[in-house]
């Protein structure tokens, strides 16, 4: 996906906008398994998978509750975290090798003062408001497996059931029961 997709996907950017994008980010490669942001620590960036995937979950004991699965052309991050440059709570990793962009809050600030339209990332920050309804509407084990499939239908290709299930916070056994329904 070319800079100005990226951008145009979250409003109005010109050439000379896509142009300082470019230049105050950094594209990065990660291997599965590498941790792009630990808990404890505080999430300095905003970052556009390119490609690959990634899972942010918090760990209670030796196991990963997951608390968002990302794909491929989607902004990540810990809102939180970023937001109120507060430590994590989560850990961010590569489940798959995988390409982002990352733009660090100080070149997102630099970008905002050189151009009004890098304002217009404020939608990327209303990205949790998914899983807020996911999680609010006392949703049933089915209602959720639907409400994913069409928020982010390759969700359930490229994650297993067992963190599919950790994500929407029911029993693998129940997923795959619903799964069997579907």
């Given at each position: 996906m070319a800079t100005q997709e990226i951008l145009n996907s979250l409003g109005q950017f010109s050439k000379f906008d896509a142009e300082l994008f470019e230049k105050h980010s950094a594209r990065r490669k990660l291997n599965k398994n590498e941790v792009l942001l630990n808990e404890g620590e505080v999430c300095k960036s905003f970052y556009f998978i390119l490609s690959g995937s990634f899972s942010q979950f918090q760990t209670h004991d030796i196991d990963e509750v997951i608390i968002d699965l990302h794909l491929q052309n989607e902004w990540m991050f810990n809102q939180q975290s970023l937001t109120e440059q507060t430590p994590s709570s989560t850990t961010i990793k590569a489940f798959s090798k995988s390409e982002i962009i990352e733009l660090s809050l100080n070149s997102f600030h630099c970008l905002c003062s050189k151009s009004q339209s890098f304002l217009q990332f404020g939608k990327i920050l209303n990205q949790s408001l998914k899983r807020v309804f996911l999680f609010?509407?006392?949703?049933?084990?089915?209602?959720?497996?639907?409400?994913?499939?069409?928020?982010?239908?390759?969700?359930?290709?490229?994650?297993p059931i067992k963190m599919i299930a950790s994500y929407l916070k029911i029993a693998p056994e129940t997923l795959s029961r619903v799964r069997a329904s579907y």
């Open positions: 609010d509407n006392s949703l049933k084990p089915n209602e959720k497996y639907s409400y994913i499939n069409k928020a982010k239908p390759e969700l359930t290709k490229v994650f």
